[in-house]
């Protein structure tokens, strides 16, 4: 691990000014038209222009709300638990239990109602030691801020500027999604996913070791995509190196992810074929899954073809 320095040059901001309070606004697609804003544009967003270092008080929690938030952990490997998230379970993040039984990592963050269900839940554990983000998009950053209470926030170095900045809005093609999604999308990003800018406290790179598993970089979809692999029985966490699910929710098997989404479509998949190479017998990916049986790799071949 590296101590980081701050990301905040890093980012290119728009920055207006709201009374008290300054704000960071980027469109989904940039581009300004000759006949005026274009329709992603209309769904821009706002959010703080900067992270907050200050740790934020402890989670709210309402059995209920947990309950609507995100499905009780499911084992899904040796020492590593699943909560399904969002109303129709499509979030997935991960507790991955610490040797000597001293609490767990949170790999990915899910979206941002999930914060109390991942509280609670790895309080069975022993409690947060950590909250590894796969890659720093709205999705996956989701309840990060709020975990902050409870421990550090880590990701790659080539995430920082995505975790404490625009989620990957700055990069994403949303006016080549079909209006229906680009709608559904864009108000889920908005409204239902998204926690805001999360300040990192500590860098991750390849090699480093989390919690028995090793950090392995899966770039492409985003800057700075890591996954967890563990050798000993061929586990991989892998965040969105793949989707499981189509722009719609619904289920699909291991595909690159969507064109609109990527930072580097060619790059991605290189990614998948990467892990395809360790020859996982178990994956788990960020939305949907897990990835298991006996064809696992060569749907990862596939899927990298």
Known sequence: MQQRQDAGARLRPSVESHGKRRSTVLAFDGVRGSGGWQFGEALAMSFPSAPSVARPAGVRSRPRLRRLSSAAPERVADGVWLLRGGLVRTMNVYLVEEPGGSGVTVYDAGEKGMAAAIVVAARGFGGITRVVLGHGDTDHRGAAPALRAYADVLCHPDAVAQAEGSGGRDYWRMNDLPLDVRLLHGFSHRFVWDGGP???????????????????????????????????????????CFYMTDMHGRRQPPAVPLDAYNLDTAQAKRSIGKLASLQPAIVLPGHRGPLTGPDVVAQLEAAAA
Do not use: C, K, N, Q
Not at 206 to 233: K, N, Q, S, T, Y
């Open 198 to 240: 999360v300040h990192i406290d500590d860098t991750v790179e390849e090699g480093d070791a989390i919690a028995g598993f090793e950090v392995i970089d899966l770039p492409g979809h985003a800057p700075g995509l890591i996954g967890l692999w563990r050798a000993r029985d061929r586990v991989a966490l892998v965040s969105d």
